[in-house]
């Protein structure tokens, strides 16, 4: 290990424009190409460029998850470094951004310790990508044809692969990065089949720290291969309903206090570094475990070992998943819950190992989720702005959980969509589920967004509401009651309810029984505190049809309060 007051100058490679480089084309084998790319540029060719230059003159900090840091000697090097890679992103990708920053230390009398060398160079590189410029589509001229992928750069080959296409280099790129490595065709005709390369493979092109290696690992290690989607409409033909799919979009609570706390807490320079490499270590291979395992063991998997899910993006703590949309929500949260877990066992397994003086966070890194349930054929660029903003929410309700009640945990916010719409998700809760009468107090329709345990509460529910076999048209028809005026809800909630004991159906029910009566003290609501009552009513009915029996958790809403040791 270098000594590393002897290494001035610290590089920050960040991927730029992330989103505008995966979603440029709506279909998924550019999509996926996009992501593998990113992958193997930031993973593998950053490092190969790496290893020519004299180990004694640089250290490698962390690659991984489109982000890079590392430390040179002399500025020359670090300057070398940057012009190649800037090159090679270039030369792969074509347009694909990356900002290489080079940010010298500090060596004034108070100097700079490294997590305030690492947050200042990463302060210079938000900064400084504001400044660069962009590629212009370069479409012009009468006998130009754009490329039928992406519409934004001229066509430049004609490709026969799933019908006729005329790509334009960078979405040729895309798609031969996942022709060649990704899969093998193994049948011809109507029904081919695109069977995943084995572990071996994906290793020695990618490394053992890209997502689809993680996948062909584990299914390897269960004694078989998979069958990969080649397009969304894959995924929705297994979803029940028929021809949806549920985007997820989930991003680490809270990260850059974690990063802060590294640095009050770790003052030695050197275990400072370990702590800062083993936290972008553990963050990474959590995100990937726990989405290959999340998928593995919720989504089915039919005879033939078709896998109807595609891993768009998983590094660092980002995750973007789609899956078939009865398996969304039980996939985010499961996903959420293992995430949380393996960034605690890791943290144990790194110390036991060296290669963490102590743990940064006792009860394990926290995520949250984003998930939209929509049609199948919806441009999945909107639904990952959607998932973003409804991601976003739920990191909100995480961060004010951890200073309010100091409690770490997991939050998801999702949505049904029936039909495209442009007003923001905050703006329609407060216009459509918000309700304040004279008296100051504030009825909201929904209870989003969730905590990991209360999500689980929820799918219970709708199961269990499932299994009695209640009339469905007797549970939907409490939905339209909700949006009424407070007072008009309750009166007509309250005739429905008497409706269903009459018929009998409170007494079969159990679950509806409890529901209507104990968990609804003032049907359909319930008191929040003194000036806020909710009902879960309506994400009960607007998820009713996506959640599928057979996938019970718990019984009963109060034992994930009594697990935590507070009362029901």
């Known amino acids: 290990?270098?000594?590393?007051?002897?290494?001035?100058?610290?590089?920050?490679?960040?991927?730029?424009?992330?989103k505008s480089y995966l979603f440029a084309s709506p279909i998924m084998r550019e999509i996926r190409g996009a992501s593998m790319l990113l992958d193997l540029l930031n993973r593998k060719?950053?490092?190969?460029?790496?290893?020519?230059?004299?180990?004694?003159?640089?250290?490698?900090?962390?690659?991984?998850?489109g982000t890079g840091r590392i430390l040179f000697r002399r500025e020359e090097d670090a300057e070398n470094f940057k012009n190649k890679v800037l090159k090679t992103y270039r030369q792969e990708t074509v347009t694909a951004r990356v900002s290489v920053e080079i940010v010298p230390r500090k060596k004034d009398d108070n100097g700079e310790t490294f997590p305030e060398w690492m947050s200042h160079g990463v302060r210079q590189s938000q900064q400084n990508k504001l400044g660069q410029s962009k590629g212009i589509p370069v479409l012009a001229g009468r006998w130009v044809q754009p490329c039928t992928s992406c519409g934004q750069e001229p066509a430049e080959k004609i490709l026969h692969e799933h019908g006729e296409h005329r790509l334009c280099r960078a979405c040729l790129l895309k798609r031969r990065e996942i022709s060649e490595h990704l899969y093998k065709e193994i049948k011809s005709g109507k029904k081919r089949k695109w069977l995943l390369s084995p572990a071996s493979k994906l290793?020695?092109?990618?490394?053992?720290?890209?997502?689809f290696t993680t996948l062909a690992q584990y299914t390897e290690d269960r004694g078989y291969r998979i069958f990969l989607p080649q397009d969304f409409d894959d995924i929705g033909q297994a979803s029940?309903?028929?021809?949806?799919?549920?985007?997820?979009?989930?991003?680490?609570?809270?990260?850059?206090?974690?990063?802060?706390?590294?640095?009050?807490?770790?003052?030695?320079?050197?275990?400072?570094?370990?702590?800062?490499?083993?936290?972008?270590?553990?963050?990474?291979?959590?995100?990937?475990?726990?989405?290959?395992?999340?998928?593995?063991?919720?989504?089915?998997?039919?005879?033939?070992?078709?896998v109807p899910a595609e891993f768009i993006m998983a590094?660092?703590?980002?995750?973007?998943?789609?899956?078939?949309?009865?398996?969304?929500?039980?996939?985010?949260?499961?996903?959420?819950?293992?995430?949380?877990e393996k960034t605690r066992k890791l943290q144990d397994k790194y110390i036991r190992q060296g290669r963490l003086p102590e743990p940064f966070s006792h009860e394990g890194l926290t995520t949250s989720a984003g998930v939209v349930i929509a049609h199948a054929h919806y441009p999945v660029s909107d639904l990952m702005d959607l998932a973003g903003e409804l991601m976003k929410i739920a990191k909100t309700k995480a961060a004010r959980l951890a200073e309010t009640k100091k409690e770490q945990t997991g939050t998801l916010d999702f949505i049904v969509l029936t039909e495209a719409g442009s007003e923001p998700i905050k703006d329609r809760r407060k216009d459509e589920y918000t309700r304040y009468l004279n008296s100051g107090l504030e009825i909201k329709l929904t209870e989003r967004p969730y905590t990991t345990a209360k999500a689980h509460w929820l799918l219970t529910t709708i199961r269990d509401l499932k299994s009695s076999r209640i009339p469905r048209s007797k549970l939907k028809s409490l939905y339209p009651v909700l949006f009424q005026g407070p007072m008009q809800a309750q009166f007509d909630a309250l005739r429905i309810r008497e409706r269903l004991k009459v018929t009998g159906d409170l007494e079969r029910s159990a679950s509806l029984n409890r529901l209507v009566t104990t968990t609804l003290p003032v049907f359909p609501f319930r008191k929040r505190d003194d000036n806020c009552w909710s009902t879960p009513l309506t994400e009960i009915?607007?998820?009713?049809?996506?959640?599928?029996?057979?996938?019970?958790?718990v019984d009963d809403e109060s034992l994930y309060f009594t697990r935590k040791g507070r009362k029901p």
């Not at 590094?315 to 959420?336: C, E, K, S, W």
């Open 1 to 18: 290990m270098n000594d590393i007051n002897s290494m001035c100058f610290l590089v920050v490679i960040e991927t730029q424009k992330v």
């Open 45 to 65: 060719k950053t490092k190969e460029i790496l290893k020519t230059f004299n180990p004694n003159d640089y250290e490698l900090v962390y690659l991984g998850g």
């Open 203 to 211: 290793i020695s092109r990618y490394t053992d720290r890209f997502i």
């Open 240 to 306: 029940r309903p028929f021809n949806y799919m549920g985007f997820i979009y989930a991003d680490g609570n809270r990260m850059g206090e974690v990063v802060k706390a590294l640095g009050e807490k770790f003052t030695d320079e050197e275990e400072a570094k370990l702590a800062y490499k083993a936290f972008s270590e553990i963050m990474d291979q959590a995100t990937r475990e726990a989405a290959v395992e999340a998928v593995l063991e919720v989504v089915d998997i039919k005879k033939d070992r078709f």
């Open 315 to 340: 590094g660092g703590d980002d995750l973007m998943l789609a899956v078939p949309g009865h398996n969304a929500l039980d996939v985010a949260i499961l996903f959420m819950e293992r995430f949380q």
């Open 541 to 553: 009915m607007e998820l009713y049809d996506f959640i599928q029996p057979g996938k019970k958790q």
